[in-house]
């Protein structure tokens, strides 16, 4: 039996000759297997162990003989290093010249000594990928969850530069993973993954920015190491320093698999971050409608949180087009009548898309559920029967007047929706309108289209009609002026008018006239058209 004890009496090893065996398999020396067995016991690097027997300090070059009784005697690092010896330290690491860096480390010199950038040996031969130096130095027992200025460890090194022979040796050695959990789990490496957790790390450690390996994994969506992870325990909850959950990173990062794994392995759902939004709030702001709709299915709650400043859920899934998603919502009991910051509900959102049944569909649907047509107001006090009108859809104009849509309804600058289509020029609007009844107001022929007015001239509109500004015609949107005033452009001396244009308007104005000119007002056609329907030039 070979024992060894240290200088007290204290016994620290017992070796048996078969055991010695095994340990030098490889015919390498023997004294250097003891001091590595002794190393892994005692935590004591190998170029601080001393073996004495009778006496005498054994080299590593020494046989041992059974049975044998020796010493352990350990030299204490050099309290200071030169810089001469710092810098061969470092060249040898460096050249990966493992004689230069154990004649050094004999010396008894800190394997841990730091440069300028607070590197140590160990952090050169992993960022350059030197396994000789990294064992030699790994037996020098150089910290290895050492970090630099840059909060890397050699661990992290090895894996940026995707080094995986270095870093499974560095783990196998026991290396931990902090200030490395982006650089071990982001890329999805399955080998590394079960190389870390088969030595036993954390894997519930956060990193700086307070992230554990699970919000890696889930950001990126790797599905298999997300497995593992689970099996390992993982805290599924954690939080980073953004109170940022995998959940909520999943979400944000449009993980739609990862998403439902979690969701499957019974992830808070409506755990949220420091500015107070939730993994489906997130995925409604990124439009991504799949997952939000996965995390709706599973119960998660649709409501913005009071200090959100983002769109209402419904008014995202309507702005979409995406009706089934618009459905669960609806069914849980979202507002149909949630607004956005320009006023608009989703009703608005829902006659946008042109020729679109689904579109049609979430628009009955919304109605059903009890969205008013007239109290669907933007900001601008519009309707979607004023919006519609404006963007001459007829197709959608029988459908608001079926829902019952006020024709005659103002927006906030007191326009009818028969205002904006003949401002548009939209006849085919103009034509619906007035066939179900919408008030005839000769004032909407102020855009000066000449099919617009014979159309509201056919419907009986008053030609001598006056405006809001002077509170002849409240609900007016052209100010004091009836729609000759509008329409009449400029005339050429020949023109033979049977009326006078010296006649003021009701705020006492006459047609402006320039020096001997004779009148300069906006519109020919629509002008002419007029003066064979009695119009009072009182009224101007």
Sequence with gaps: ??????????????????????????????????????????????????????????????????????????TSCSAKMSAADFREMQNAVGENDTHRLEAVLQKGHDPDATDAEHQTSLHIAASWGHMASTRLLIEARANLGIKDCRGSTPLRLALKDNNLELAGLLISAGAGISGAQREAFEPGNLEVANLLLQAGIDVNEPGDDGRTPLHWVCLRGHLTVLHLLLEARASINATDSRNASPLVLAADWGKAAA?????????????????????????????RLDIARRLLE????????????????????????DW?????????????????????????????KPQDVESMDMARLLIERTA?????????????LHWMSQAGRSDRVPFLVEAKADLNLKNCRAETSLHLASRSGHHGVI?????????????????????????????????????????????????????????????????????????????????????????????????NNLQGQRYSLGAC
């Excluded at 010695?20 to 005692?42: E, H, P, Y």
């Design 1 to 74: 039996m070979l024992c060894v004890s240290r200088v007290s009496g204290e016994p620290v090893l017992e070796l048996g000759e078969d055991e010695l065996d095994a340990l030098t398999s490889d015919g390498g020396s023997a004294v250097r297997a003891v001091k590595q067995r002794l190393r892994q016991v005692t935590g004591i690097g190998i170029f601080r162990q001393s073996l004495v027997h009778d006496g005498c300090m054994l080299e590593e070059k020494d046989k041992l003989k059974f049975p044998m009784d020796l010493q352990l005697v350990v």
């Design 259 to 287: 998403v439902q794994m979690l969701i499957e392995a019974a992830s808070d759902l409506d755990q949220a971050t420091a500015s107070g939004k939730t993994a489906l709030q997130i995925a409604l702001g990124n439009r």
């Design 298 to 321: 599973a119960g998660a709650d649709w409501s913005p949180s009071p200090d959100s400043h983002q769109a209402p859920a419904l008014l995202i899934a309507s702005e979409q087009f």
């Design 324 to 352: 089934y998603m618009v459905r669960l919502l609806l069914d849980a009991r979202a507002s149909v009548d949630a607004v956005d910051a320009l006023g608009r509900t989703a009703l608005h959102h829902a006659f946008q």
């Design 372 to 384: 008013d047509v007239n109290k669907t107001r933007d900001a601008e006090g519009c309707a979607p």
């Design 431 to 527: 034509k619906q309108l007035l066939d179900n009844g919408a008030e005839t107001d000769l004032a909407a022929a102020g855009c000066g289209n000449l099919e617009c007015t014979r159309l509201l001239i056919q419907a009986r509109a008053d030609v001598n009609r006056a405006s809001l500004a002077n509170g002849a015609t409240p609900g007016s949107p052209i100010y004091g002026e009836t729609v000759l005033r509008q329409l009449a452009t400029p005339v050429t001396p020949d023109l033979q008018a049977p009326f006078s244009l010296d006649a003021p308007n009701v705020e006492g104005r006459l047609f402006p006239v320039r020096g001997d000119k004779l009148p300069r007002v906006w519109r020919q056609r629509p002008f």
